[in-house]
């Protein structure tokens, strides 16, 4: 059945799709102007002023030889892959235990547990008392500092113990009938079936990680340790005392748009491959626990 | 009895409990420790002596700060940068949602949701090191309002009657394809039966849009709009400390940027303490009375 389309409709869907290209061209194009300048002749660059439509000739692609030879840049992205794998992975078992605990009906304690959680999404300390913390632990200036404060997400173990739920009681019961520890259920049993929320929390935690660096900006004094985010700050504020060398360079304003570029990529590239897990994760958040 | 139940429930579920171990040390050293070193907001501090050791001032660094200058010049900042952020962030993603689902053409709209999601998954100390080259004097968003509006061509951000729409108008850029996620979902969940029901009575498109589509979304905005509203006082401290400089501190500077320059840039650790406590109370205060306001005008509540 085709309904034929009243004008004040057709002249809606002509709006709506000019404005949806509107839409497209303002989030796509503040990323081409960055990618655009960052191959730039950097003489009439800096000369520039306004909108960039393409790149000035002839290309110059120093900065990027240089971004990728940059030694904090280097050791960033590395401490960056120690803390994305070695956090996530701790975050994933620690959300996990918490889940597990609260997905099983029956242990008297398990009240108490759930309001211990629940108060600290509402409640905290706060920066100071942290800081003193993370100090007096003997935490500072390692990667410790970074990943232990917030290893467990109250909204992801809520997300994952809604997951566990979902798994018949039957099956944790036959197993245990079986002579299996609990361990060996939630590793056996809970983890494999639930594949789909970890993948989601996995993503979540490790975008978590990758995008993170006021804690290491406040922890963290050795250069060497700089996650790569806080590496790209120290390196594009000007003013900041490592930025010597940087500014030095006749790359400069090139390099500031090929970092922006660099560290943006990898997520960028990989994200739309993985947009049904994030749209998934953002779905699941939203639902009460 | 009593002991009975205790001696059963442990034999039956021990190793559960030996499970749940770590993540009970973890709350209790990362959550309530630093939850009982608030007491450090009634002392005077030295990290010498420590919190047992330190002298008590009672509430002297909170009557500091209510006697303080610059206590309204932060809750102006914080209410002006959430409000701004409230009445135009928080509408910009429920329409977008409203408008892409208006799209016919189903590669279009997937198109249209990839596109605008990107900006999400830009770092925010990316985010704010692009916004800075945008609105420098140079940068395309200057000559633009040079051009078009003919202000002043330096860099917005070292005039400080600019730097609420910078950083309202650079969070919806990030933040309004992503945030539409939510609303598209609800927006896929109404029953296609109601739209048909409603063309047989006689409703053309707008008049679904207003009987069906936002009834049925409403619920969800309502949550959102709640949330939103008991953060209204909590504005993140990340993307102003990356984006303002001292020029602009009139405008920009608010409750948790000011806990952290003066905790732990000055180290006035009570007393950076003492307005972080002030600030916690009051957003707990808001999430429970917009909880409250939520569950009397209709069955949506947070819990």
């Given at each position: 059945m085709k309904i034929k389309k009243s004008p004040a409709r057709i002249a809606f869907e002509v709006f709506n799709t000019l404005f949806m290209l509107f839409i497209v061209l303002i989030t796509v194009y503040p990323m081409y102007h960055v990618v655009v300048a960052s191959f730039s002749e950097p003489y009439q660059l800096a000369a520039h002023s306004g909108f960039l439509l393409k790149a000035y000739?002839?290309?110059?692609?120093g900065a990027y030889r240089d971004i990728f030879n940059h030694p904090l840049l280097i050791s960033g992205f590395m401490n960056t892959v120690i803390i994305v794998v070695g956090g996530t992975a701790l975050n994933i078992l620690f959300t996990s235990l918490g889940a597990f605990f609260m997905s099983q009906k029956g242990p008297m304690l398990k009240g108490v547990v759930a309001v211990m959680i629940i108060i600290t999404m509402y409640f905290g300390g706060g920066l100071v008392p942290s800081y003193m913390l993370v100090k007096n632990l003997g935490l500072m200036d390692t990667r410790w500092a970074i990943i232990l404060p917030g290893l467990i997400g109250v909204t992801n173990l809520i997300i994952l113990k809604t997951s566990f739920q979902a798994i018949p009681d039957s099956l944790t019961e036959s197993a245990l009938l079986d002579g299996a520890s609990y361990l060996q259920i939630m590793f056996r049993i809970m983890l494999p079936l639930s594949k789909a929320t970890i993948a989601v929390l996995v993503l979540y935690y490790a975008l978590g990680h990758w995008n993170a660096w006021f804690s290491a900006s406040i922890y963290l004094r050795d250069r060497g340790k700089f996650p790569l985010q806080l590496a790209v700050k120290q390196l594009l504020e000007s003013d900041s005392k490592f930025a010597g060398d940087f500014v030095a360079s006749k790359h400069a304003q090139l390099m500031k748009y090929g970092i922006i570029v660099v560290t943006s990529a990898p997520v960028i590239a990989i994200y739309p491959f993985l947009q049904k897990y994030f749209t998934k994760g953002v779905l699941m958040g939203s639902v009460k626990g | 009895m009593l002991k009975k139940r205790i001696k059963k429930d442990f034999s039956r579920y021990g190793g559960l409990y030996l499970l749940v171990i770590p993540v009970v040390v973890y709350y209790i050293i990362f959550h309530y420790i630093p939850m009982g070193g608030v007491l450090m907001a009634f002392e005077d501090f030295v990290p010498r002596r420590g919190i047992f050791k330190s002298d008590w001032v009672g509430l002297q660094n909170f009557i500091t700060f209510f006697k303080s200058y610059d206590i309204w010049r932060l809750i102006r900042n914080t209410l002006r940068i959430s409000l701004t952020n409230l009445i135009f962030g928080f509408p910009a993603p429920v329409i977008l949602a409203l408008l892409i689902n208006e799209i016919n053409n189903k590669y279009f709209k997937k198109f249209v949701q990839t596109c605008s999601y990107?900006?999400?998954?830009?770092?925010m100390v990316i985010l704010c090191a692009m916004v800075k080259e945008f609105v420098s004097t140079n940068g395309f968003v200057t000559q633009f309002l040079v051009d078009?509006?003919?202000?002043?061509?330096?860099?917005?951000?070292?005039?400080?009657?600019y730097y609420v729409p910078v950083h309202v108008i650079s969070g919806i850029w990030a933040e309004i394809g992503f945030g539409s996620i939510i609303y598209l979902a609800a927006l896929s969940g109404i029953d296609m039966a109601l739209y048909d029901a409603a063309a047989i009575d006689g409703a053309g498109r707008f008049k679904q849009v207003l009987h069906v589509t936002l009834p049925g979304i409403a619920p969800t905005v309502i949550i959102k709009l709640l949330l939103a509203i008991g953060g209204i006082m909590g504005v993140g401290h990340e993307k102003i400390i990356l984006l303002y400089n001292e020029a602009i501190y009139e405008t920009s500077d608010v409750i948790s940027t000011y806990v952290y320059r003066k905790g732990l840039v000055s180290g006035e650790y009570s007393f950076s303490t003492a307005v972080g406590l002030f600030n916690s109370v009051i957003n707990f205060a808001l999430i429970m009375v917009a909880n409250k306001i939520s569950a009397k005008v209709s069955e949506v509540s947070l819990w």
């Open positions: 000739a002839p290309y110059e692609w | 990107l900006p999400h998954f830009i770092s078009w509006f003919n202000i002043e061509k330096v860099s917005l951000l070292i005039n400080k009657d």
